[in-house]
């Protein structure tokens, strides 16, 4: 079943429009435009406000579902995809140049294992997602806005974290990383906080090597770490 929001909990979304993206500009290859048009048919999933996601019709088969909010490029959903071939990946992306990049990948490495909602994720999870329906979430480096701006739209916050646990079945991951040092203590203050989710590591996670919370490098992740940059991860359960 659906989590049922009370009227007052409703009231303080529209408040605080939380979401998992902000408006900025991005180009867009002519592959990636083809992608949407060609593609994104056969790997897409259509937003809706008063219809399910139903994992077991959309993928043909029972397999453990796991939520990635902001596929970015699709570098690593792809690869983490390829690399478990039983376990669904659902993703959300609402830059139509990610959304073209993933789709290729998905086309070329033959991967059917992957759907995409280009759609804001909060609404997804809010709207779609049942209870109990997540086995995992991956969320990778949520800060594509300038550094110095915009610190109090951080997705991951009490606020959030209340509404994507019920979704979330026991024992399942949440697992998100950042390159952002001061975000990465906010997370992990939030996180400790939430009430029945456990860190796995106790404090920030060494690169996961786990099969179910791994996290492949990106070129934009080797670039940074080339030039000195921290990547801070954090694995929980929910109990």
Not at 144 to 150: E, I, L, V, Y
Request: one cysteine or more; charged letters at 25%; hydrophobic letters at 35%.
């Amino acid at each position: 079943m659906k989590t049922e929001l009370t009227p007052e909990q409703i009231e303080e979304l529209k408040k605080s429009h939380i979401r998992s993206f902000v408006t900025r500009r991005g180009h867009i290859t002519k592959a990636q435009e083809n992608a949407l048009v060609e593609l994104l048919p056969l790997y897409g999933v259509n937003y809706s406000s008063s219809e399910h996601f139903d994992s077991k019709k959309v993928f043909q088969n029972d397999n453990p579902l796991v939520l990635e909010i902001g596929c970015g490029m699709g570098e690593t959903t792809a690869a983490i995809a390829q690399t478990l071939p039983k376990i669904n990946f659902l993703g959300c992306e609402v830059y139509g140049a990610g959304v073209g990049a993933l789709c290729i990948r998905l086309h070329t490495m033959g991967l059917n294992n992957v759907r995409i909602i280009q759609h804001d994720a909060v609404e997804v999870i809010r709207d779609m997602l049942l209870d109990d329906s997540l086995s995992g979430v991956h969320i990778f480096f949520p800060d594509p806005w300038r550094k110095a701006r915009h610190h109090k739209r951080r997705l991951i916050s009490d606020q959030f974290m209340r509404q994507i646990l019920p979704k979330m079945k026991r024992g399942a991951y949440f697992h998100c990383a950042t390159d952002w040092e001061n975000y990465a203590e906010q997370m992990f203050e939030v996180l400790q906080r939430t009430e029945s989710l456990k860190n796995l590591y106790d404090d920030f996670a060494p690169k996961p090597q786990n099969p179910l919370v791994l996290r492949p490098s990106t070129k934009f992740n080797v670039r940074g770490n080339r030039l000195g940059h921290g990547t801070w991860d954090l694995v929980y359960i929910k109990e």
